[in-house]
DNA sequence: TTGTATGCGTTATCAA
DNA sequence: TTGATAACGCATACAA
């Protein structure tokens, strides 16, 4: 691997001009800079980021730490943030937590240790700690989810009140007994999509605990799914708290015969490619999943130019999109 | 932030003696080992990668490469790539290239300057090129694809065997008309389905030329797929080389009324959490997705402990689970 | 068993 | 404008 000094070299100048040359600085004769770059192709140079990155006390890597690659909600927000990230010239690593504190753990310190840029992440509950990472003063975003003091930037949906329009909409499309799937406790979105749905119902003069906790990933909501439709006074419609529960919903639907629409309404939170193709099509609330992505990179490279900007928050809107699943027959 | 010296100060020791006992090597007295560690926690001490890894010459990150984000193949294979690689104590960055070529050059830079400890990729298409990786000596492995010249370390599923089996199991099934969108030329896995297609056709002594090309990414089928059903002679049955092609190819049904299994036949390869789910359930070539990440990363870390190994080549199996849109009613 | 000293490849400082 | 050199933080060869 040829290092810095073999284009030196090679081009019979000093290692430091080949860094400016290199590095496009100005204060380099144009005929000298020219021998440089011709050497460096020549012996196939590549710098070397880790030496470059160990002299600069920086990287140009930032990381995103979400909790499940398989749902489609975190992979559109990965793809909105590496759209912006690239253009900006830095690359991405994507982590993977699996919902798991342990793995969360793992990848903060690997962040940690990597000294990477930035780091966005969907915090995976109550006891994520990012302490070491401002203690290093390594900029932090949260997505989806608070961090558990709420401070800092934040790019979030109000998923609240969405939770309410889904519920508000079963309601006015004369569904009476309205149940509800959410996430694990602890989990701001799953207690807040929850907290909505009992607002609406609320409001209407419903009981509003007709409701189960369940993992966010998939498999684990379809038994408490089937516990409610069980239920002695089983619910007219269903309100799941992601794409990954609803896929365990409509299992849980198809097992007791139940059709979507007409034997029971059903709406979910996020807009899988999917929603559109089952039979009927799916109600969903559709957050704007690639505009978080887009909105956090850009958040976290303002604050990677400036430390000392004030935090910012954003929060953002989920909008429903009616299909044929809550469309009562 | 706290560094060796820091440590080995407040330890009052040297620091070659804080970085033997950090790494645990046997030569350090246990007393004098737990003043160091007592001295880094008590400073929060966090080593630093990128010095370490500049002195020891390697990373223990590894990187993975792979087309496409959204498609839940390439997350499985994620998936399966990550459990390995985790309890190897590696980390583990993902790269979406999109399927651009620009990108993936872009990502394999990316990795040849941060010296990750070795490389798995699902080649763009013909033009990927790994000899910038090769020449430094960076392990890799080709998944799903093989690369251009064919040679080196892989994990593949017989894509052209599976097609047949496709196509072999509509014509059991009485279709006889049968179609098939397949992706770009130059994909591997787009040409031998094709082929597979074909001889399965062929053998059957029917005509095989009912086919379209189309982008391996959600949205490139619809136009394609529409065209097949309006030929003069319009399909029975389709085949869809794809998820993502699979779901324009619904998509396209849709539009013309045609409804899986009763109208038209149809079999995609991959095995996405919707097909069940849809109605009628789609027939699929299931291919063991998480598998394939599993045994690359394997592959990989036989080949990171010992370059001198043969190269190995993987040849996975992928099995129809017929569901009933291929079922003529 | 411990400490000293060196080098990994790069960039930044300072003189020339 | 260029070059010599120090320093980034760590791990190891070698000496003690």
């Excluded at 001009?17 to 050497?39: H, I, M, Y």
């Excluded at 558990?148 to 109000?158: A, F, H, I, N, R």
């Excluded at 079963?170 to 569904?175: A, E, R, T, V, W």
């Amino acid at each position: 691997m040829a290092t810095i000094s073999d284009v030196a070299a090679r081009a019979g100048v000093s290692t430091a001009t080949v860094s400016r040359a290199l590095n496009g600085k100005s204060t380099v004769d144009p005929e000298l800079a020219a021998r440089v770059q011709a050497a460096a192709t020549e012996l196939g140079y590549h710098p070397n980021s880790l030496a470059r990155n160990l002299r600069r006390q920086e990287t140009a890597v930032l990381a995103l730490i979400i909790a499940d690659v398989e749902n489609p909600f975190f992979t559109a927000i990965a793809r909105g943030f590496e759209d912006i990230a690239q253009t900006a010239g830095y690359s991405v690593v994507l982590c993977n937590t699996d919902e798991n504190e342990e793995k969360e753990r793992r990848y903060i310190n690997v962040a940690l240790q990597e000294r990477v840029a930035g780091v966005v992440l969907s915090p995976s509950g109550p006891s994520t700690d990012v302490k070491s990472l401002r203690e290093r003063g390594t900029p932090i975003v949260a997505v989806d989810r608070p961090l558990p003091d709420g401070t800092g930037d934040q790019v979030l949906v109000d998923s609240r009140r969405a939770a309410h329009t889904a519920a508000k909409h079963l309601l006015d499309n004369g569904y009476r007994r309205i149940a509800c799937v959410t996430g694990p406790p602890g989990i701001r979105t799953a207690d807040e999509r929850l907290a909505g749905y009992q607002d609406a119902l609320r409001e209407a003069g419903l009981s509003n605990d007709l409701f189960r906790r369940a993992e966010y990933r998939a498999g684990g909501a379809r038994q408490p799914a089937l516990e409610l439709l069980d239920d002695p006074r089983p619910p007219d419609a269903l309100i799941a708290a992601n794409s990954m529960i609803a896929l365990d919903v409509l299992q849980a639907l198809a097992e007791r015969k139940l059709r979507p629409g007409r034997d029971i309404g059903v709406v979910t939170f996020d807009d899988p490619t999917w929603a559109k193709l089952i039979d009927p099509p799916l109600t969903v609330m559709a957050q704007p999943a690639y505009d978080i992505g887009a909105i956090a990179a850009r958040m976290l490279l303002d604050r990677i130019a400036d430390t000392s900007l004030a935090p910012a928050s954003r929060m953002l809107e989920a909008s429903l999109v009616q299909r044929a699943s809550s469309r009562r027959t």
